[in-house]
C-alpha cells in the first residue's frame, strides 16, 4: 500500500543520513551490485500477478475472483501432491475440507 511505500522510504533516507553500514555500502556499489538475471523473476512474476488479480477484478468482479483463487489453490496444491511425490490424502485434510 501507499503507506507501507512512504514508510519504507523514510526509514531507507534515514539509514542513508545516519552513514548506516548499508547505506555506506549502496553509495559505494550501488544499489544493483549483486543483482542477476534471477533476481528479476520474482519481481516480473509478483508484478504480472497483480495486473492479472487488477484485470480479473476489473473484468469478472471479486466474486469471480474468490471461486479463481479458490480453484488455484486447489490445483496448485493437486499439482505439487503430484509433482512432489506426496502421498495420499489424509483423513485429517478430508475433513478440514
Same mark, same amino acid.
Given at each position: 500500500?501507499? @503507506? ?22 549502496i553509495r559505494q556499489?550501488?544499489?544493483?551490485? @549483486? ?7 520474482p519481481i516480473l ?45 489424509? @483423513? ?6
Open positions: 500500500t501507499m @503507506e507501507l511505500c512512504i514508510a519504507s522510504l523514510l526509514l531507507l533516507l534515514l539509514s542513508f543520513a545516519f552513514q548506516s553500514q548499508d547505506g555506506m555500502r556499489q550501488g544499489f544493483f551490485d @549483486e543483482w542477476t538475471v534471477f533476481t528479476l523473476i512474476t509478483n508484478s504480472a500477478g497483480g495486473i492479472l488479480v487488477g484485470l480479473v477484478i476489473k473484468y469478472a468482479g471479486t466474486v469471480r475472483k474468490g471461486f479463481a483463487l479458490i480453484f488455484g489453490i486447489l490445483i496448485s496444491g493437486f499439482l505439487q501432491g503430484v509433482l512432489m511425490g506426496g502421498g495420499g490424502v489424509e @483423513e485429517k485434510a478430508v475433513h478440514g475440507v
